[in-house]
Each structure stands twice: as structure tokens, then as C-alpha cells.
């Protein structure tokens, strides 16, 4: 495993509830390392924080590794399956509704 892929298990597994269902995918491409987050429904809260903060505080750590090891490291957390959490598209015609926009 590389380091980018190791810090971000180690950091994930410690916020979590469910550490076993913690899975990391790396994929390298022209645009740079793409860390791929995939975890426990139940786990999504305290990876994404309150308005996104941990999710953001961990990207910002996972740059920092990257720029030591000249790499450009992105974050994706792949929603889970039979989530009900409306998209931001739905949101938005849904308040245009309620407004009789």
C-alpha cells in the first residue's frame, strides 16, 4: 500500500464506528491519485462532519502527504448504495416550488 492510501485507512478507521467496512481505492491517472472512500452507512456523518468539515480537514491532509511524496491527491467518498439524501438539483426545484417560482 502507498502512503497516501495507508494515512487515509488509519485516519478513517479512527473516526468510524464500523473500521472493517472501511475500503480505500487508489487509482493514478494524468490528473494525479485519486483516493477512492468507501464506508458504512451509518459511518457517513462523522466522515463528512458539520457542513463538511472533517471531510474537508482531511482533503487538506491528504494534499499535505501527497506535495511530500510530489503527488496530487484527490478525495472522492462514494455515497452509499439506498441513500436518501436529496441532491442539491432536487433541493433547489423543490424550494422553486415552494416559492411558486
Known amino acids: 500500500m502507498q502512503p497516501d492510501q495507508d494515512f487515509l485507512e ?3 478507521k479512527a ?7 472501511v475500503k480505500v481505492e487508489r487509482n493514478i491517472d ?11 452507512p451509518q459511518d457517513m456523518g462523522a466522515i463528512i462532519g458539520r457542513q463538511g468539515s472533517t471531510a474537508r480537514a482531511i482533503r487538506t491532509l491528504l ?16 455515497e452509499p448504495t439506498g441513500s436518501t439524501r436529496e441532491t442539491r438539483e432536487n433541493r433547489k426545484s423543490s424550494l422553486a416550488d415552494d416559492l411558486d417560482l
Open 10 to 12: 488509519f485516519v478513517v
Open 30 to 40: 494524468e490528473m494525479g491519485v485519486l483516493l477512492t472512500l468507501k464506508v458504512n
Open 15 to 21: 473516526l468510524v464506528n464500523n473500521p472493517e467496512d
Open 63 to 78: 494534499r499535505i502527504v501527497g506535495i511530500k511524496n510530489n503527488a496530487r491527491v484527490n478525495l472522492k467518498i462514494e
